[in-house]
Every structure is written in C-alpha cells, then in structure tokens.
Nanobody, 115 residues
Framework: QVQLVESGGGLVQVGGSLRLSCAAS????????MCWHRQAPGNDRKLVAC???????YYLDSVKGRFTISRDNAKNTVDLQMNNLKPEDTAVYYC?????????WGQGAQVTVSS
C-alpha cells in the first residue's frame, strides 16, 4: 500500500503561481511514475503532467511552458509548480502514483484561479 498526502493549492488571481506537493509513504520502493490529474466541475478527470522513473516528463498541451513537475526520489515527493495560472486551470488537482501494478490517488487539492 502507498499513502499519499497532498498539500498546497488555494485561491490565486490570474497570472499568479501556486505549488502543489504530494508526499508518498508506505510501499514506495517500486514507484514507476508519479502524476498530477485535475477535475473541473462537470468534467472528466484529466491527466496534467507525469514524471517517470527515468526523469522524463509528460505535460498536457495547455499547461506546457507554465507548469513544471518535479520529483524528489529521496523524499518520495512529487511537486507541481504552476505559473501564469488561468481561470481554466481551476479544478481539484489529484496526485497519482503507480507502484508496481497498482495505482494510488491523493485526496485532492482545490485550485481556484479568479479573473
């Protein structure tokens, strides 16, 4: 089992920045990749960014150049730095970690961007 605890998020104005952090504990010895997803009201949950064991990354097109995902393997954390935020970034953001054959979700963090 892997437990995930998210922190960060909140309310910010357009153009502002926020940082999300997700700390993994438990059976963290076989983490393959760590990702952030988001879900806006009335919409499906969508993959925003991933970082893989080899350090390679994936970003949703709409966040490229604004968001940066990073991983600290020693601390088993994954962060999402979000800059130049837009109203359409408003959503609940979820951390997801895949360890071995299983995936785990964080509890979610609200990000609200006001115009």
């Amino acid at each position: 089992q892997v437990q995930l605890v998210e922190s960060g998020g909140g309310l910010v104005q357009v153009g502002g920045s926020l940082r999300l952090s997700c700390a993994a504990s438990g059976n963290v010895f076989n983490i393959n990749f760590m990702c952030w997803h988001r879900q806006a009201p009335g919409n499906d949950r969508k993959l925003v960014a991933c970082i893989y064991r080899d350090g390679s990354t994936y970003y949703l097109d709409s966040v490229k150049g604004r968001f940066t995902i990073s991983r600290d393997n020693a601390k088993n954390t994954v962060d999402l730095q979000m800059n130049n935020l837009k109203p359409e970034d408003t959503a609940v953001y979820y951390c997801r970690v895949v360890a071995g054959p299983r995936g785990y979700w964080g509890q979610g963090a609200q990000v609200t961007v006001s115009s």
